[in-house]
C-alpha cells in the first residue's frame, strides 16, 4: 500500500496567518492527490484535487503543489471558518489511502 | 442540488450482520462511481470500497475483503454495503461519496453525512 505521511498533525495559527501542510508519498503517485478539509462533527470536503486544482466554489486562498513525492496544501490567510482538520488522499493505486490529518486550530 | 444519505447504522453484536444503504438525488447516478469510506471514532479515514457507474467494477479493501458486500441499483439510484463478520475493529463513521472519475482524476465529491455502526457485544 502506498503510505501518506501528513504533518504536522495539528497547529495553532493567528488568524491572518500563512499556514502550510505537507504530505509525503511513499512512492511516486504523479499529481493523483486530493485535499480534503472536514469540520467537527461533518463530512470531508473535497477542496483541490490533481495536486493543484481548486474545486470550484472553493475560496482562493486555498491552494496546492507537488514536488516529486512531496505534495503542499496552503492556506494564505487563515480564517476562523477554516479551522478543520484536512486530509491529503492519493489516488495513484489501490487501496487509496488517506493521510493522518493535520487538526488546525486558532492561536 | 446534489445530495447523499445514508442509513442502515446501528448496534450490532460481534458477528452480526448489517446493510447500508446511500441513497442519492440531484445527479445522474447511473454515470458515476460510488465509493464507502470510514472514519473509527477520532481517528482518520479510511477508503473501504468503491464500484464503477455500471457495477462492473469493484475493489474492497484487504481489511474487510470477503466481509463486506458493494452493490448498487441504479434504478433506484442507491448504493449498499452489505457487511458481514463484523468485528469490534468495524466500528466507525461509514460514508458514502460519489466519486468523480474523470481521465485520470478521482475525487471524492461529495460525500453524505456519514451513518454509525457500532459493533459491540
Known amino acids: 500500500d502506498i503510505q501518506m505521511t501528513q504533518s504536522p498533525s495539528s497547529l495553532s495559527a493567528s488568524v491572518g496567518d500563512r499556514v502550510t501542510i505537507t504530505c509525503q508519498a511513499s512512492?511516486?503517485?504523479?499529481?493523483?492527490l486530493n485535499w480534503y478539509q472536514q469540520k467537527l462533527g461533518k463530512a470531508p470536503r473535497l477542496l483541490i484535487y490533481d495536486a493543484s486544482n481548486l474545486k470550484t466554489g472553493v475560496p482562493s486562498r486555498f491552494s496546492g503543489s507537488r514536488s516529486g513525492t512531496d505534495f503542499t496544501f496552503t492556506i494564505s490567510s487563515l480564517q476562523p471558518e477554516d479551522i478543520a482538520t484536512y486530509y491529503c488522499q492519493q489516488y495513484d493505486d489501490l487501496p487509496w489511502t488517506f493521510g493522518q490529518g493535520t487538526k488546525v486550530e486558532i492561536k | 442540488q446534489v445530495q447523499l444519505v445514508e442509513s442502515g447504522g446501528g448496534l450490532v453484536k460481534p458477528g452480526g450482520s448489517l446493510r447500508l444503504s446511500c441513497a442519492t438525488s440531484?445527479?445522474?447516478?447511473?454515470?458515476?462511481?460510488m465509493t464507502w469510506i470510514r472514519q473509527a471514532p477520532g481517528k482518520g479515514l479510511e477508503w473501504v470500497s468503491y464500484?464503477?457507474?455500471?457495477?462492473?467494477?469493484?475493489y474492497y479493501a484487504d481489511s474487510v475483503k470477503g466481509r463486506f458486500t458493494i452493490s448498487r441499483d441504479n434504478a433506484k439510484n442507491s448504493m449498499y454495503l452489505q457487511m458481514n463478520s463484523l468485528r469490534a475493529e468495524d466500528t466507525a463513521v461509514y460514508y458514502c461519496?460519489?466519486?468523480?472519475?474523470?481521465?485520470?482524476?478521482?475525487?471524492?465529491?461529495?460525500w453524505g453525512q456519514g451513518t454509525l455502526v457500532t459493533v459491540s457485544s
Open positions: 461519496a460519489r466519486t468523480v472519475a474523470v481521465a485520470g482524476t478521482r475525487g471524492l465529491d461529495p
Open positions: 512512492q511516486y503517485i504523479s499529481n493523483y
Open positions: 440531484g445527479f445522474t447516478f447511473s454515470d458515476y462511481y
Open positions: 464500484i464503477s457507474s455500471s457495477g462492473s467494477t469493484i
